[in-house]
């Protein structure tokens, strides 16, 4: 079939169509080489919290390990503890983490007091307080494509005296 048969309104969009499909494959391209960031808790502050919430900030050592800078507009994470969902949050902080480089990130996440007392009644019922596992989970916004998922997870190890029986 020859393209001479069709409209010109068709050869144009099928023109157009053919170098988006290109331009796509450029963009997907682009991103393939891309190594995932490490993302490290590195302390944990407390904030001013409303009725029966507890608030903190949580602060992440984001290394990147990319040959180009990651541009940020926005950080959302989850903290789950002893494997039940623990505390959320959000920040409208915008950044960037240099090439080969790296940001510490401050946000402040809610936990709350179901969230509190679960978390309480589960350590009482027999796990040992001094090591307490985590997982964190979050996100990097960075535009239609360029958002970039997190996930780390270790344990906590509570001071000797809060460990200890009374």
């Excluded at 190594?35 to 919290?49: K, Y």
């Excluded at 950080?75 to 039940?84: F, H, I, K, S, T």
């Excluded at 090439?99 to 309480?120: C, I, K, N, Y």
Aim: hydrophobic share 45%; net charge positive; aromatic share 6%.
């Amino acid at each position: 079939m020859a393209i001479d048969r069709f409209p010109p309104c068709w050869r144009t969009l099928c023109a157009a169509l053919g170098l988006l499909f290109v331009f796509t494959l450029g963009g997907c391209a682009s991103l393939a080489g891309r190594e995932p960031l490490r993302i490290n808790v590195v302390g944990i502050e407390p904030l001013p919290g409303e009725g029966m919430e507890i608030r903190f900030t949580v602060k992440l050592r984001v290394q990147n390990p990319n040959e180009r800078a990651i541009d940020y507009d926005g950080v959302a994470l989850e903290l789950d503890v002893n494997g039940q969902p623990f505390a959320a949050g959000v920040s409208d902080q915008r950044g960037s983490v240099p090439r080969f480089g790296e940001a510490v990130l401050s946000v402040p996440v809610s936990v709350s007091a179901t969230a509190a007392l679960r978390q309480a009644l589960g350590l009482i019922g027999g796990a040992p307080l001094e090591r307490v596992p985590y997982e964190l989970r979050g996100k990097l916004a960075g535009g239609l494509i360029g958002s970039m998922r997190f996930a780390d997870a270790g344990t906590l190890s509570l001071p000797a005296a809060a460990a200890r029986p009374r």
